[in-house]
Nanobody, 127 residues
Framework: QVQLVESGGGSVQPGGSLRLSCAASGFTLDGYAIGWFRQAPGKEREGVSCRSSGDGMTYYADSVKGRFTISKDNAGNTMYLQMNNLKPEDTAVYYC????????????????????WGQGTQVTVSS
């Protein structure tokens, strides 16, 4: 069974840091484009950061550039989102996602482009 299982969410004060993890079960992330998305109450799910398969090119939403970093471990089983200098507006449920793109193509960092999803983990930034 193909699964993505997230961990690492929680509550933190503004300026703090969290690292989200997403473990792949039943498959390896090698050859998959990966991404992190978030959804705040009353808002649509948005792409926070994505990384293409192969060359590992990355995308970051303007709101998180310089603060968040997406990565994947060398074993290809776990992806991460390091979040630094967190702000109250970062409060949301965060989802990891993965998709095996067709040859020669890479997905945009959009919800509709990804087919495998984690269950979501809550991140709350508040003083």
């Amino acid at each position: 069974q193909v699964q993505l299982v997230e961990s690492g969410g929680g509550s933190v004060q503004p300026g703090g840091s969290l690292r989200l993890s997403c473990a792949a079960s039943g498959f390896t992330l090698d050859g998959y484009a990966i991404g992190w998305f978030r959804q705040a109450p009353g808002k649509e799910r948005e792409g926070v950061s994505c990384r293409s398969s192969g060359d590992g090119m990355t995308y970051y939403a303007d709101s998180v550039k310089g603060r968040f970093t997406i990565s994947k471990d060398n074993a290809g089983n776990t992806m991460y989102l390091q979040m630094n200098n967190l702000k109250p507006e970062d409060t949301a449920v965060y989802y990891c996602a993965a998709v095996r793109p067709p040859a020669g193509a890479q997905p945009m960092c959009l919800m509709r482009a990804f087919s495998n999803w984690g269950q979501g983990t809550q991140v709350t930034v508040s003083s």
